[in-house]
C-alpha cells in the first residue's frame, strides 16, 4: 500500500478552502484526469459518489467513494467503494492559522489489485499529486482572488 502525508500553506481562508475541495461535482472543470463526477446520493455530512477518470494511454476508470465531511471541524474523509483499486482513502484537514492564511493537510493510502498497476501507480504518485494539489490551489485563486 502507498502512502502519503502533505502539508500546504495557502493563502486563502481556510472554510473556502473547505468549500472548494468538497464542491464535487466541479471537479471536471478544473482537475485535468476527472472527465466527469456524478453524485448517487447525498445526506447530512455523506456523499456517494462517482468520479469518471481518463489518463493518457490507459482505458477511462470510474472510482466509486463515500465521502464523509464535517464542516465544523472543516475535515474531509473519502472512503473507496468501487473500481480498479484494492482500497483507497483520503482525509483533507484544513486549519486556519491567520487571516486569509491556511493549512493544508492532505493524506492519501492507496493499493491497487493488479501489483504492475500498482507500481506504475507509485513511480508517477508525486507527479500525480503535485497536479491534483495543483490544480486544487489553482482553483482557489481563480474564484476566490
Same mark, same amino acid.
Given at each position: 500500500?502507498?502512502?502519503?502525508?502533505?502539508?500546504?500553506?495557502?493563502?486563502?481562508?481556510?472554510?473556502?478552502?473547505?468549500?472548494?475541495?468538497?464542491?464535487?461535482?466541479?471537479?471536471?472543470?478544473?482537475?485535468?484526469?476527472?472527465?466527469?463526477?456524478?453524485?448517487?446520493?447525498? &445526506?447530512?455530512?455523506? @456523499?456517494?459518489?462517482?468520479?469518471?477518470?481518463?489518463? +493518457?494511454?490507459? *482505458?477511462? /476508470? %470510474?472510482?466509486?467513494?463515500?465521502?464523509?465531511?464535517?464542516?465544523?471541524?472543516?475535515?474531509?474523509?473519502?472512503?473507496?467503494?468501487?473500481?480498479?483499486?484494492?482500497?483507497?482513502?483520503?482525509?483533507?484537514?484544513?486549519?486556519?492559522?491567520?487571516? &486569509?492564511?491556511?493549512? @493544508?493537510?492532505?493524506?492519501?493510502?492507496?493499493?491497487? +489489485?493488479?501489483? *504492475?498497476? /500498482? %507500481?506504475?501507480?507509485?513511480?508517477?504518485?508525486?507527479?500525480?499529486?503535485?497536479?491534483?494539489?495543483?490544480?486544487?490551489?489553482?482553483?482557489?485563486?481563480?474564484?476566490?482572488?
Amino acid at each position: 500500500m502507498k502512502n502519503s502525508q502533505r502539508e500546504e500553506i495557502v493563502f486563502h481562508s481556510a472554510k473556502k478552502l473547505f468549500d472548494i475541495v468538497i464542491d464535487i461535482e466541479s471537479y471536471p472543470q478544473y482537475i485535468p484526469w476527472c472527465t466527469r463526477m456524478v453524485v448517487n446520493q447525498r &445526506k447530512d455530512n455523506d @456523499i456517494y459518489a462517482d468520479m469518471y477518470v481518463q489518463y +493518457k494511454l490507459i *482505458l477511462g /476508470q %470510474k472510482f466509486g467513494s463515500h465521502v464523509k465531511f464535517d464542516k465544523n471541524k472543516l475535515t474531509i474523509e473519502t472512503h473507496y467503494t468501487e473500481g480498479p483499486l484494492k482500497d483507497l482513502t483520503t482525509n483533507w484537514k484544513f486549519e486556519e492559522l491567520e487571516n &486569509k492564511k491556511s493549512k @493544508i493537510i492532505f493524506v492519501v493510502n492507496f493499493e491497487f +489489485k493488479n501489483f *504492475l498497476h /500498482q %507500481k506504475i501507480a507509485e513511480t508517477f504518485y508525486s507527479l500525480i499529486e503535485n497536479k491534483m494539489i495543483n490544480s486544487f490551489k489553482e482553483r482557489a485563486t481563480s474564484i476566490l482572488d
